[in-house]
C-alpha cells in the first residue's frame, strides 16, 4: 500500500531561495510546454511527453537558461508529465483543458522522485535533491519513500509531502456493522444512536475572518502592509482547514476501527451546493471529504464501505414497519411518528436505520 504523509519543513535562507528558484524553473518548463502543444493541436499536429522532454534538454543547452541547471532536472521532468497526466486526463473528459501557471498564485508545489535513496529521513532531518538536509518536524514513523512533493503555502510556510509504502495492521473490529446519515446540525447520526455534533470550524471563525478581510480591503494594493494582511488572512483560513482535517480524520478512523461494513449516502454534494441557502454550511462540514477517507481507509483495512443510492427515501421510511410517509419531505420535520405503527422516531437515526439495512441488502444481492 501506499499513502501521503505531510510534515512540515524549515529551511534556511539559502534552501528558501533554492525552493522558489525550483518552483519557478517548474511553472516556466510547464508553460513552455502548454504553449508548444497548443500550437501543434492549432496547426493541426499532435505532441505528447516525449517532444516536450526533449525541448527541455535543448532549453538546458542554451545560454540564456543557464538557470535550469542549478535546480532538480526530475522536479522540470515531473513538471511536464504533470502536463501531460494533464491532457490525459481533459481528453478523457474528467477535467478541464489545461491552463497556465501563473507566478501570483501563492500556492507553489514540485515534485521529486527518490533515485538512488537520494531522498531519506536522517535523524529530524530529510535530505533533499540539490537541497541537501532540510530540518523537519516528524510526528510518525516512515517507510520506503517514492517520491516527495514540496509545497510553499500561502502563508508562507514550507511542507513536504512524503509519498511511502506501508503495510496496513489488521484491526479487529468484530464484524461490526453501521449506517451513517449526515447533517449540518449534527455532524452525523448512526444506526446505533449516536449522534456526533458539527463542530462549525468555519462559523466559528467567521466573525474573525471578517474582521481580518474587512482590515485587507482598506489596505493599499501592492503594499507590504497589504502583503502582511494578506498572510493574517491566510492563517485564519489554515487554522480552519486545519481543524476540519484532524476532526474528519478522527471521525473516519474511529469508524473504520469500530465496524467492518459501514453504510452511507451516495450524496451529489455538488449539486446540493448550488442551495445558496445552505452552500457554505454544506462546504464547511466537507462530506465529500469525510466519505473520501473512509473510501481509502476501508482499501487499506479490508472494510466494506457501501453507497446507498441518492434517490432512496431514507428519511421518509419508517425503519420498523417500512411505510413511507411524504410528509417528513419537509426539513423542519425533525421527530416523526409513523401512522401506521405509531414509533416515534427521529428524523436522523431513522434515516440511519434505514441506510445500513438498504446497504446491507445491497450487500447481499
Same mark, same amino acid.
Given at each position: ?38 500550437? %501543434? ?11 516536450? @522532454?526533449?525541448? $527541455? ?14 535546480? !532538480? ?22 477535467? *478541464?483543458?489545461? =491552463? ?9 508545489? +514540485?515534485? =521529486?522522485?527518490?533515485?538512488? !535513496? ?6 529530524? +532531518? ?26 510553499? =503555502? ?5 511542507? *513536504? ?27 452525523? /447520526? ?14 466559528? @471563525? ?16 501592492? /503594499? ?9 488572512? *491566510? ?5 480552519? &482547514? ?10 473516519? &478512523?474511529? $469508524? ?22 445552505? %452552500? ?5 462540514? %466537507? ?10 481507509? /476501508? ?10 443510492? &441518492?434517490? +432512496?427515501?431514507? @428519511?421518509?421510511?419508517? /425503519? ?6 411524504? $410528509?417528513?419531505?419537509?426539513? *423542519? ?6 401512522? !401506521? ?6 428524523? !436522523? ?14 450487500? @447481499? %444481492?
Amino acid at each position: 500500500m501506499q499513502k501521503g504523509i505531510k510534515f512540515r519543513i524549515y529551511p534556511n535562507r539559502e534552501q528558501q531561495n533554492l525552493i522558489n528558484q525550483t518552483l519557478g524553473c517548474c511553472r516556466f518548463i510547464y508553460n513552455k510546454g502548454l504553449a508548444m502543444r497548443n500550437e %501543434a493541436y492549432e496547426n493541426g499536429n499532435k505532441i505528447g511527453y516525449s517532444q516536450t @522532454s526533449s525541448m $527541455l534538454t535543448e532549453l538546458k543547452k542554451c545560454e540564456d537558461f543557464a538557470f535550469l541547471k542549478v535546480v !532538480d532536472s526530475i522536479a522540470l521532468q515531473q513538471s511536464l508529465r504533470d502536463l501531460d497526466r494533464g491532457f490525459v486526463n481533459f481528453f478523457q473528459k474528467r477535467a *478541464a483543458h489545461p =491552463t497556465f501557471k501563473s507566478k501570483h498564485n501563492r500556492h507553489q508545489s +514540485y515534485r =521529486t522522485v527518490n533515485q538512488g !535513496d537520494n531522498i531519506r529521513i536522517v535523524g529530524n +532531518y530529510i535530505k533533499l535533491p540539490k537541497l541537501g538536509y532540510v530540518k523537519i518536524r516528524l510526528s510518525m514513523e516512515v517507510g520506503k519513500i517514492n517520491n516527495v512533493t514540496i509545497e510553499h =503555502t500561502t502563508t508562507g510556510r514550507y511542507f *513536504a509531502v512524503l509519498n511511502v509504502e506501508f503495510k496496513p495492521q489488521p484491526r479487529p473490529n468484530n464484524g461490526g456493522r453501521i449506517g451513517i446519515d449526515v447533517g449540518i446540525k449534527e455532524f452525523y /447520526s448512526d444506526s446505533n444512536g449516536n449522534v456526533v455534533s458539527n463542530p462549525k470550524f468555519l462559523e466559528q @471563525s467567521m466573525r474573525k475572518l471578517i474582521r481580518e478581510q474587512r482590515r485587507l480591503s482598506r489596505k493599499q494594493k501592492g /503594499s507590504n502592509n497589504r502583503n502582511k494582511q494578506r498572510v493574517k488572512v *491566510a492563517l485564519v483560513h489554515e487554522k480552519i &482547514t486545519n481543524q476540519r482535517n484532524d476532526f474528519l480524520q478522527k471521525q473516519s &478512523t474511529m $469508524l473504520i476501527c469500530e465496524n467492518q461494513t459501514i453504510c452511507i449516502e451516495d450524496l451529489k454534494v455538488k449539486n446540493m451546493i448550488r442551495n445558496h441557502n445552505l %452552500a457554505q454550511h454544506i462546504g464547511s462540514a %466537507a462530506w465529500s471529504k469525510f466519505f473520501a477517507m473512509l473510501t481509502y481507509k /476501508s482499501v487499506w483495512y479490508g472494510n466494506d464501505v457501501i453507497k446507498v443510492p &441518492t434517490m +432512496y427515501p431514507s @428519511s421518509q421510511t419508517c /425503519s420498523c414497519c417500512g411505510y413511507k410517509n411524504p $410528509l417528513v419531505k419537509n426539513l *423542519a420535520i425533525r421527530v416523526w411518528e409513523c401512522p !401506521d405503527c405509531h414509533t416515534v422516531h427521529n428524523r !436522523d437515526t431513522n434515516a440511519s436505520i434505514n441506510i445500513l439495512n438498504q446497504g446491507l441488502q445491497m450487500q @447481499s %444481492a
